[in-house]
Every structure is written in structure tokens, then in C-alpha cells.
């Protein structure tokens, strides 16, 4: 081995390797035999495809690469999600650019299903199910062509195609401010969903509620199932038998499994895990029905998620010994389940897994790791640390690895804190090239799944009530100087970076008010005034400060003192900043503000805005730039250890 400083060893791994082939893999769904899904490609601009797989066949495209550039992504909460349904081997989808509802018959060019709206996008659709005896669509409808904020309603949409993009949709359910997750009983007859209002977030509070489909096609006699101002319900399903299940932190604390059956409200399989998530997209899926009998599950514990069984007759829950550590997108069939996986040591890929033999294949990966690279593989070790008020706070740690390169004796570890998005979400400990492209020149990465986390039952995940830009800030802290004592970290190279709500954690933790500990950081489309994003954001998150941080106007002394760009004064590292130029979660003007400002005082400080990018980058240029600006920035400014590609 050769010894060479940390933070400057050469790696295989480099930022083209990291877009070269990586795609993003969504969306999952069944028609019979045939697998679907979604897929983001990078090389192509970032835009999604809808793919199928048949029994034993190879992955085809689908939807066509030609020059109507079609992108299949809906924009209901910004955030998307379930933007395709498949029946028969037609696919219904929500098109990026226009965001109407297309019909793409097998083997057929797409066509438009709902009307255009006078400004693009305007009228938008998301999480479909099929009404096959009325022969329509019932999803998630948003509709943005009135002044103020954009109206949600559960509607229903013609799918013959033969004249129904000159049809309005058909609004079944109104009157609250969200809705998502419209299922159809088997026989057609009720129709299940979820509905949240303001000021909540649906994994604060949200209802299951169900109504009766009429001869019309209407919904009628909606009654609430579960739900209310201190439970979150989460993926109301149907099954086969017709008895309504759904996933609930109600009593206990934790997102655990439910039916009701003859009117009673039942738990399935009690236990200190969380069989939900942060419902921040359509389509999310924990478990699904193999039968009448049997439920295909995933449960998160300690960060670690893991498929099981479940007989609804013994009630016996049976976990799987498989090799993902990461589980989403999950569907069944008789036989088989289908789902996201990852590991510490494999990227996310598409399984099916073979329930009567426990084997699986993989589908579909969304990246391929050569056997050449697995020596440069830092596997994350999860970690608890004690933070502030007695506490314990969690991260995933991934030491510095290369089989080439050791550091000179004595020298300590530099280590990049990452804090995670949304901030109600949590760090994966799937592989990410992107985190081993620091890992491998010889930088530690901890993803820190600070208090607000999910995955670690409802206190946990609530904690930052009132307290964002605190207790994410402590836990960041608390845990890099954690690293110090722990772990041989370098206090005087600790980097921090975050993207959107982690980038607002970002700049809180280079702006504190008491002593510094990072040298360093980066900021992607973060948060920086508090205040212009409760004017100036969309529907979804419009009323999320008014939790995390307090109701605005009211509150606006403390939207004041827990923002960036009023304390620019205690800023006094360098910060580099990533921006979309397209971005309506956070405009791009909150970081120009605060690029000006540090300019302004002779703070060393990067912005690169990206055009055609919206909140989170897709363009496999800008994934690139952006991560070797960042490593670049620190190699200059806090690293000091000479760059080696």
C-alpha cells in the first residue's frame, strides 16, 4: 500500500463512473405476468420510461425515445409519484412536459387522454388504479387554473380515448386539501383513500376513509375508517376477500399493520417497527397481498429493513433471510413478490422473489458495480451517538477505504457529514457510488438520520416539531464530534452537506452561534430564508413551517432568528451552492441572496445554477459538475492535501 493524506488518494470511482450507468429506478406494478416500473436515466436528460419485463424475458423500453420526448413524471405535490398505471398491457401515464394523461396501447403510439390546459401543466394527475367495470381512471386530480393555491380532489377519467381529452374530469371527492392512494375494492363496489388538510403532513395526520361507488359512478356515504389529529394512516389497501387493510402509528407508536373486519379495527402483527413511510410521493407500497391468506411485508427496524410473511389466518409473522438491507415498491402475486432492494454492498435494483423457494433475480439494476471496484466499497456501519437533552440520535458511518492507499501514521480522518433531505426522511444504507467517490480518496461519510428521522417509531419522527434548525443542527454536530472521539476524525476537516431540507441543516450548522465545527460546506437548492419560503412555495409544503418551525406570520421573529441569511455574520467558512433553475420548492433567489451576501464579506464561496433543473438534478452533466465542484472546493479550501486523478 501506498501512504498518501487523506482526501487524496486516486479512485476508480469518478464522477463519470457515478452517472456513466446509474439510473433511477421508481415505480413498480404488476399486469399478470409482466412486470413494469420507472426508470430516470441521467444520459438522457433525466427523464423517466416506463419498462417491462415478462416471465423470463429481458427489460424493454416502452415508452418511446423519439422526438415527442416523452417523460413519464406527474408534478401533484411537486414531488410526483405514480405517474403510470398498467392494465392488459396498456399503459396510462402522466406526461412531464404537459401533464396530461396519455394511453399507450402495446406496440402504439402514446395519445392524449385529457384536455390541455390554457397554461401547461396546469391540470394534473397522479396514482391511478383502473376502474375496469366503468372503464376510467380514479386518481389523485390537482387542478392549477384558478388564482391561488391549486385544488385536490379524487376525479375520475374517461380511458376510451375516443373523445375524452375534450372532457373535463370527474370529481368524486373534494373538500379537503390533500388526497392520495384511491383503491377499489375487488368486486367495484367501495372506494378507499387517504385525505389529509393544513396545517398536516400526512405522516403527522392522515385519514383512511371509504365511500360507496353509486350507479352514476359517484362516490357516496364516506365514512372515516382510521385517522385523526395524533394518528398518520398510511397505504389503505383491499384484499382479494374484500377487507380493507392499512398500515397506522395508533397507540403503540409505530406504523404496524391493520384490517377492519365486520367494523372492529384490528393489529396484525404488533412489534417496535415501522412498516410505513414519510408519504412524501404516490405509489409507496410496504406490503402487498399474495393471497387471501398471506401478506408480503416490509418492516424497518434500527435503520435495517426487512421482508417477512404474514399468515392472516395463524397470524404467524415469518421474516425473510435476504440479502437487502433497503425495501420499497413492493407488489405480490400468487408466488411471488416483487420489490426495490438494495444492500450496503449492491445498488438498488428490481427483484422478484420466489416465495415458495426463497430464491430471487434480479430484474433490473440501477447501477453495476465491476468485481475491479468492490475492494474501493466502504460499507456503512450503522452508528448511535448521544446528543443534546440526553438523547440518542442516529447515522450511518462509511469509513475512509482503498486497497491501493493508507494514510501517514498518525494523521486523522476527514470526514464529510451529509444531512439528509425532506428533514421528515431518513439516510439509506443502500450503496451509492455517489458516497464512494469520497470514500475511496480517503474522506469519511456520516449520513445522519437526526432526530425527525422516520424509521425509529413516532416520537422519533415528530421530535422536530417546532424544532428545525435545532435538534437536526445538535445531531450533526453531536455526531461528527462524535467521529472525533470515536473514530479518529480530523476536528479541523469536518465538512458538512445537504440537499433541500438538509441543505437548510447545512448552512444552520455553518452559522452557529456558539463554536464552529465545521471547516466547510455545501449547500444543493437549500433553504436559507425561512420567511420567503413560506410566501413563495407550493401547495404541499406551504403549511410544513408551520409545524417545524412555528405559524407565519405569528412566528415571524423565530422564522428570523432560525434563518441563514440573517446571520451571515457568524458565517466565516467557505460554502458552495448548487442550484435548479427551475426549482419551485425552493427559487432560486434564497440562494443567490446568500451567495451575494457571502461575497460581500470576502467569504470564499461557489454557486453554479443549473438550467432545465427543477429541486433535486437529473442531467447526468450536472450530477457530475456538481460532485467534483464539491470535492474540488474542499480540496482547496480545507482538505490542503493535493488532488490525484
Known amino acids: 500500500m501506498v501512504a498518501r493524506p487523506y482526501g487524496s488518494w486516486t479512485s476508480p470511482i469518478t464522477s463519470d463512473l457515478v452517472v456513466a450507468e446509474a439510473i433511477r429506478l421508481d415505480q413498480v406494478a404488476l399486469d399478470g405476468a409482466a412486470i413494469y416500473w420507472t426508470e430516470s436515466q441521467p444520459q438522457k436528460q433525466g427523464r423517466c420510461f416506463v419498462y417491462r419485463a415478462n416471465p423470463g424475458g429481458k427489460p424493454e423500453a416502452v415508452t418511446p425515445d423519439d422526438a415527442n420526448a416523452f417523460n413519464v413524471r406527474t408534478r401533484v405535490h411537486e414531488y410526483g409519484g405514480g405517474a403510470f398505471a398498467v392494465q392488459d398491457g396498456t399503459v396510462y401515464f402522466s406526461n412531464f412536459a404537459d401533464q396530461r394523461l396519455y394511453r399507450q396501447d402495446a406496440g402504439q403510439s402514446p395519445r392524449p387522454l385529457t384536455q390541455a390546459a390554457a397554461a401547461a401543466g396546469a391540470l394534473r394527475y397522479a396514482d391511478g388504479v383502473i376502474d375496469r367495470r366503468?372503464?376510467?381512471?380514479i386518481c389523485v386530480h390537482e387542478d392549477h387554473t384558478r388564482p391561488g393555491q391549486a385544488i385536490n380532489t379524487l376525479a375520475s377519467v374517461d380511458l376510451s380515448g375516443t373523445h375524452s381529452h375534450d372532457l373535463a374530469p370527474q370529481v368524486l371527492v373534494s373538500g379537503n386539501d390533500f388526497y392520495s392512494t384511491p383503491?377499489?375494492?375487488?368486486?367495484g363496489q367501495r372506494l378507499a383513500w387517504l385525505a389529509w388538510n393544513h396545517p398536516d403532513m400526512p405522516w403527522v395526520a392522515a385519514e383512511a376513509w371509504v365511500g360507496d361507488i353509486q350507479g352514476d359512478g359517484t362516490v357516496a356515504k364516506a365514512r372515516r375508517v382510521a385517522g385523526g389529529p395524533d394518528e398518520s394512516v398510511f397505504q389503505p389497501s383491499w384484499s382479494p376477500d374484500g377487507d380493507l387493510y392499512f398500515v397506522s402509528d395508533r397507540g403503540s407508536g409505530w406504523w404496524n399493520l391493520y384490517r377492519e373486519r365486520d367494523g372492529a379495527i384490528e393489529p396484525l402483527a404488533p412489534m417496535e417497527a415501522e412498516f410505513g413511510q414519510a408519504h412524501w410521493n404516490f405509489a409507496l407500497s410496504t406490503y402487498a397481498f399474495e393471497s387471501a391468506e398471506r401478506i408480503v411485508c416490509c418492516f424497518v427496524q434500527g435503520g435495517v429493513w426487512r421482508l417477512a410473511r404474514l399468515d392472516l389466518r395463524t397470524r404467524r409473522f415469518d421474516p425473510m433471510a435476504l440479502p437487502f438491507t433497503s425495501l420499497s415498491q413492493l407488489r405480490a402475486g400468487p408466488g411471488r413478490a416483487v420489490f426495490l432492494g438494495g444492500s450496503p454492498s449492491e445498488a438498488t435494483a428490481l427483484v422478484e422473489l420466489d416465495l415458495g423457494t426463497g430464491t430471487h433475480r434480479i430484474i433490473r439494476r440501477s447501477a453495476v458495480l465491476g468485481d475491479e471496484l468492490r475492494p474501493?466499497?466502504?460499507v456503512a456501519r450503522p452508528i448511535a451517538f448521544p446528543t443534546e437533552g440526553g438523547e440518542t440520535a442516529h447515522a450511518l458511518y462509511y469509513p475512509p477505504l482503498s486497497p491501493g492507499f493508507t494514510a501517514p501514521a498518525g494523521e486523522k480522518v476527514p470526514v464529510l457529514v451529509k444531512s439528509h433531505g425532506g428533514p421528515t426522511a431518513s439516510a439509506s444504507s443502500t450503496l451509492s457510488l455517489a458516497v464512494q467517490y469520497w470514500t475511496s480518496r480517503g474522506i469519511g461519510v456520516?449520513?445522519?438520520?437526526y432526530r425527525g428521522s422516520t424509521g425509529y417509531g413516532r416520537p422519533y419522527r415528530l421530535r422536530l416539531a417546532r424544532q428545525w434548525?435545532?435538534?437536526?443542527?445538535e445531531d450533526c454536530v453531536h455526531g461528527a464530534r462524535h467521529l472525533v472521539e470515536a473514530e479518529g476524525a480530523d476536528p479541523e476537516r469536518l465538512?458538512?452537506?445537504?440537499?433541500?431540507?438538509?441543505g437548510y441543516t447545512t448552512l444552520c450548522a455553518l452559522t452557529p452561534a456558539g463554536e464552529k465545527t465545521f471547516s466547510a460546506g455545501a449547500s444543493y437548492y437549500g433553504v436559507s430564508d425561512l420567511a420567503a419560503l413560506a410566501r413563495d412555495t407550493h401547495k404541499f409544503e406551504s403549511r410544513y413551517l408551520d409545524w417545524l418551525i412555528g405559524p407565519y406570520p405569528q412566528d415571524r421573529q423565530t422564522y428570523a432568528e432560525r434563518s441563514p441569511i440573517n446571520h451571515l455574520d457568524r458565517l466565516a467558512v467557505p460554502v458552495i451552492f448548487f442550484q435548479g433553475a427551475e426549482d419551485r420548492v425552493v427559487p432560486p433567489n434564497q440562494t443567490e441572496l446568500m451567495v451575494a451576501g457571502l461575497k460581500n464579506r470576502g467569504i470564499p464561496v461557489g454557486y453554479f445554477l443549473f438550467d432545465g433543473e427543477q429541486h433535486g438534478f437529473r442531467k447526468a452533466e450536472n450530477i457530475k459538475r456538481a460532485l467534483d465542484a464539491e470535492l474540488y472546493f474542499y480540496a482547496a479550501l480545507v482538505l490542503r492535501s493535493g488532488l490525484h486523478f
Not at 469 to 473: A, F, H, P, T
Open 134 to 137: 366503468r372503464g376510467r381512471l
Open 183 to 187: 383503491r377499489l375494492s375487488p368486486d
Open 376 to 378: 474501493y466499497v466502504s
Open 446 to 449: 456520516l449520513d445522519v438520520n
Open 469 to 473: 434548525g435545532i435538534l437536526d443542527v
Open 495 to 502: 465538512m458538512i452537506s445537504g440537499g433541500s431540507a438538509g
